[in-house]
């Protein structure tokens, strides 16, 4: 109808007379587009759960330990964690009751770390109300997301965030 790609399943019965000879065909068809796109959904999850396992097996047989600071183990853990589940910004901050300081933060293009970066409560009200309140804050697309709007003019354009994820340990 309107040129949109659909999946069919289909079945072709031959009808014949009473002469054995074809007569005819009957066909059936069925439109299965949402039984693909949720077979593919599937797929996209088993696949990011077996990378996510990946990961975690990964991290798990690494003796952090040895000779390394507490720094020199969040950096790794945060690149090993951005290269497999393949995500540009990765970070891990320390909440404070009036702000969250950036304790180390990997920028995957620019092979980057920074930290020391402040967000403060008094600036970002509905974020801090969401994130004392919610296990995590999710959103695929932050500019539709009413507990990240106060993001919009400035953190999320100055640092090209499209999605989030933010879950507190």
């Known amino acids: ?9 289909q079945n072709v019965s031959t009808i014949r007379n009473d002469l054995g000879k074809v007569a005819g065909f009957s066909v059936i ?8 796109q949720i077979e593919n959904e599937n797929i996209r999850k088993d696949k990011k759960v077996r990378i996510y396992n990946e ?18 183990i ?8 951005a ?3 393949d995500v540009n910004r990765i970070s891990l901050w320390n909440y404070e009751d009036e702000k969250i300081i950036c304790n180390n933060m990997f920028i995957r293009n620019k092979d980057l770390f920074l930290n ?18 919610e ?13 990240l709007t106060e993001f919009h003019n ?5 640092n090209s965030i499209f999605s989030i994820l933010d879950t507190p340990i």
């Open 1 to 9: 109808k309107n040129g949109e790609e659909i999946w069919l399943s």
């Open 55 to 72: 990961t975690l097996k990964k991290l798990s047989s690494i003796n952090h330990f040895q000779n390394e600071n507490i720094e020199t």
């Open 83 to 85: 290269d497999k589940i």
């Open 135 to 147: 296990n995590q804050v999710v959103a695929t697309d932050v500019y539709k997301s009413l507990q």
């Open 154 to 158: 400035d953190y999320f354009p100055k």
């Open 74 to 81: 969040t950096k790794h853990v945060l690149q090993i964690v």
């Open 116 to 133: 020391g970066h402040v967000l403060l409560k008094s600036e970002y009200p509905i974020y801090f109300d969401a994130i004392e309140n």
């Open 29 to 36: 068809a069925r439109d299965i587009t949402f039984l693909r």
